[in-house]
Nanobody, 131 residues
């Protein structure tokens, strides 16, 4: 079981940057993919990006591909989401989540942008981008 804690959210102006962090504790961290999701008011939760234990990356949306970067530090059990050129449409609660994989080499076979397959969730951190 993993416990996840997000941090780094806040209020930023249009075009600004933020770095979100997802700190993990618990067992078998290196058997878990970590994903970032976001949920805006009145909208469904959507996938942002995911990273495997070995660092394979999946970007879930074309709109973030050149603006958001996900990284992972297994020694620190930390996954970060660097967000730049933020837009008001990026305003949402951002969550990190962990997906257990019995064999992490099969990461590409998982639908890692779908929230329903994740096992553990953090409490979320608010990101607000002003126009």
């Amino acid at each position: 079981q993993l416990q996840l804690v997000e941090s780094g959210g806040g209020l930023v102006p249009f075009g600004g940057s933020l770095r979100l962090s997802c700190a993990s504790s618990g067992r078998q961290y290196n058997y878990h993919a970590i994903g970032w999701f976001r949920q805006a008011p009145g909208k469904e939760r959507e996938g942002v990006a995911s990273i495997s234990p070995s660092g394979e990356i999946t970007n879930c949306e074309d709109s973030i591909k050149d603006r958001f970067t996900i990284t992972r530090d297994n020694a620190q059990t930390l996954v970060s989401l660097q967000m730049s050129n933020l837009e008001p449409e990026d305003t949402a609660v951002y969550y990190c989540a962990a997906l257990y994989m019995h064999n992490p080499s099969y990461y590409r076979s998982y639908s890692v942008c779908k929230s329903a397959i994740y096992d553990y969730w953090g409490q979320g951190t608010q990101v607000t981008v002003s126009a």
